[in-house]
């Protein structure tokens, strides 16, 4: 071998020692790149389970709320059902609506009071107090 063939041998060593450098450096880039975002990651959850412990008896308070609010429409639902089973309860708001209805095309052209269902009915406007 020459000294030509050795510096060739040479420089193309250190060509791909400084190449496998840069891709370790990369790696190592990468690496700490997917560290950060895992402790980014362990952070929110840590954050999160924080939230979950300050607030847990809110939490309880309001999911108890809710059941309860649900129990409670069960229950009118229940009590409501024989009333709207029969049809009285239907034909009475029927009737109620027609009478309503008759009271306001014979209403004069200002204003009137209407004790029976008090309501008031000014012009075409009606505020209701049911």
């Known amino acids: 071998m020459t000294a030509k063939s050795i510096q060739k041998l040479t420089d193309s060593a250190n060509r791909v020692v ?8 990369k790696f190592g880039d990468t690496a700490d790149a997917i560290s950060g975002a895992a402790n980014k990651v362990g952070s929110v959850a840590n954050s999160a389970q924080d939230l979950i412990e300050v607030n847990r008896e809110k ?6 709320g809710i059941a309860a609010a649900s129990r409670e429409a069960r229950s009118l639902l229940a009590s409501a059902k024989p009333l709207l089973n029969d049809g009285k309860l239907i034909a009475n708001l029927q009737k109620l609506a ?8 014979n209403r004069p052209s200002t204003a009137f009071v209407c004790n029976t269902y008090r ?3 000014a012009e075409s ?4 107090y049911f």
């Open 18 to 25: 400084g190449t496998f450098e840069n891709q370790i450096v």
């Open 59 to 64: 939490l309880a308070q309001t999911l108890d």
């Open 98 to 105: 027609d009478n309503f209805h008759i009271v306001f095309n």
């Open 119 to 121: 309501c008031v009915l």
């Open 125 to 128: 406007y009606i505020i209701s």
